[in-house]
């Protein structure tokens, strides 16, 4: 059975840190490229970062570069997201995301977890 699933979200004060985690199981990690999506009330799924096979190349939306890194550890099939100096824009749900690197039709979701930046 597939899973993912994220935790570490929660309420922070702007200028604070999250870091987000999403176990994954059931599925070959490593053969997966991993994302970090987010979606604020009202708008639509935004791509926030990605990470490549062993870590190496990643990616950013403009709007969280140098502020959120994203890492992987494959050993323990985990995916994260530091978030630094957060902003209330940064509010929303954070979603955790599997796509297999050779097979785009593959893809897993996970459920979820609430990001809320707000004094």
């Known amino acids: 059975q597939v899973q993912l699933v994220e935790s570490g979200g929660g309420l922070v004060q702007p200028g604070g840190s999250l870091r987000l985690s999403c176990a994954a199981s059931?599925?070959?990690?490593?053969?997966?490229?991993m994302s970090w999506y987010r979606q604020a009330p009202g708008k639509e799924r935004e791509l926030v970062a990605t990470?490549?096979?062993?870590?190496?190349?990643?990616n950013y939306a403009d709007s969280v570069k140098g502020r959120f890194t994203i890492s992987r550890d494959n050993a323990k099939n985990t995916l994260y997201l530091q978030m630094n100096n957060l902003e209330p824009e940064d509010t929303a749900v954070y979603y955790c995301?599997?796509?297999?690197?050779?097979?785009?039709?593959?893809?897993?979701w996970g459920q979820g977890t609430q990001v809320t930046v707000s004094s």
């Open positions: 990470i490549i096979g062993g870590g190496g190349n990643t």
């Open positions: 995301y599997a796509e297999h690197i050779w097979f785009s039709g593959t893809y897993y």
């Open positions: 059931g599925f070959a990690f490593s053969m997966f490229t």
